[in-house]
């Protein structure tokens, strides 16, 4: 299992930054890549970003992209996704999730909710 516990939301506004952090307990955290998702009221999760075991690549949604950085610390069993720039429309709870090596993400976190003020 790879229990995560994410942190680090809150009110900020417009034009803002956040940091989220992401920790994940287990020993296998370094062969998990790792997942950002949202999800906004009444709306679907969405996803935000990922990043491989090795933190070598990184995507994101076209929404967040040249916004947010995702990160991780494999020596902290850390996940972090750095929010520059926020947005009214970036209002959600967040979640991270843990992909093992050949499966989806199958394990989530229980979500921090981020408020961007307009």
């Known amino acids: 299992q790879a229990p995560l516990v994410e942190s680090g939301g809150g009110l900020v506004q417009t034009g803002g930054s956040l940091r989220l952090s992401c920790a994940a307990s287990g020993r296998t955290f370094s062969s998990y890549g790792m997942g950002w998702f949202r999800q906004a009221p009444g709306q679907e999760r969405e996803f935000v970003a990922h990043?491989?075991?090795?933190?070598?690549?990184?995507a994101y949604a076209d929404s967040v992209k040249d916004r947010f950085t995702i990160s991780r610390d494999n020596t902290k069993n850390t996940v972090y996704l750095q929010m520059n720039s926020l947005k009214p429309e970036d209002t959600a709870v967040y979640y991270c999730?843990?992909?093992?090596?050949?499966?989806?993400?199958?394990?989530w976190g229980q979500g921090t909710q981020v408020t961007v003020s307009s």
């Open positions: 990043i491989r075991a090795s933190g070598d690549s990184t």
């Open positions: 999730a843990a992909a093992p090596a050949g499966f989806g993400y199958r394990y």
